[in-house]
T-cell receptor, first 116, second 117 residues
Framework: AQKVTQAQTEISVVEKEDVTLDCVYETRDTTYYLFWYKQPPSGELVFLIRRNSFDEQNEISGRYSWNFQKSTSSFNFTITASQVVDSAVYFCALSESETSYDKVIFGPGTSLSVIP | DTAVSQTPKYLVTQMGNDKSIKCEQNLGHDTMYWYKQDSKKFLKIMFSYNNKELIINETVPNRFSPKSPDKAHLNLHINSLELGDSAVYFC????????????????FGPGTRLLVL
């Protein structure tokens, strides 16, 4: 069965520190997709990244980077030089492709507070 | 040029009432979803429609009925509202590439905050 675990419920860092948000997933499929979404205090859900299971290259986008490791079933998210605007709840999510429909399972979220 | 929009943004109502939440997307997507986010921020899918056909119905009470008049709209009607229905409801959409079974990103609306008193 699908499952996404985000063991860190809440994290607080001081501005300019680096922070890594952990995500561990479970799936029996060989083809699947992983996502990260950001939910700022205003409440909307903002798409950050999608990776498929065949592409283990790490990705960097500005201060954001993602480390995908199939061997450990992890898809961790690092924010470098954190800023107050990074304060949000971050969700990791998993979608399997072998089902006949498009179902995304979300992790419980990690609440990140960046203190000035 | 909003991609996925929901109305209303806030909904406060009494127990037992019937209410609807509307969702529209202008992305040309063929699949739309409803998610419920509870007070602990846990997000769970409720329904999914592909080309106006129901394809996911996750153990949701039958007081909840989605209606899709066309591919760009998926409305959520809730009968006999209960206190436990208080939550944020998110609509989302994606483009399901039929035959390829690829999963394209789901884009979310701003959410509707429902409070049942």
């Amino acid at each position: 069965a699908q499952k996404v675990t985000q063991a860190q419920t809440e994290i607080s860092v001081v501005e300019k520190e680096d922070v890594t948000l952990d995500c561990v997933y479970e799936t029996r499929d060989t083809t699947y997709y992983l996502f990260w979404y950001k939910q700022p205090p205003s409440g909307e859900l903002v798409f950050l990244i999608r990776r498929n299971s065949f592409d283990e290259q790490n990705e960097i986008s500005g201060r954001y980077s993602w480390n995908f490791q199939k061997s450990t079933s992890s898809f961790n998210f690092t924010i470098t030089a954190s800023q107050v605007v990074d304060s949000a709840v971050y969700f990791c999510a998993l979608s399997e492709s072998e089902t006949s429909y498009d179902k995304v399972i979300f992790g419980p979220g990690t609440s990140l507070s960046v203190i000035p | 040029d909003t991609a996925v929009s929901q109305t209303p943004k806030y909904l406060v109502t009494q127990m037992g009432n019937d209410k609807s939440i509307k969702c529209e997307q202008n992305l040309g997507h063929d699949t739309m979803y409803w998610y419920k986010q509870d007070s602990k921020k846990f997000l769970k899918i409720m329904f999914s429609y592909n080309n106006k056909e129901l394809i996911i119905n996750e153990t949701v009470p039958n007081r909840f009925s989605p209606k899709s008049p066309d591919k760009a709209h998926l409305n959520l009607h809730i009968n006999s509202l209960e206190l436990g229905d208080s939550a944020v409801y998110f609509c989302a959409s994606s483009l399901f590439a039929s035959g390829i079974r690829s999963r394209v990103t789901q884009y979310f609306g701003p959410g509707t905050r429902l409070l049942v008193l």
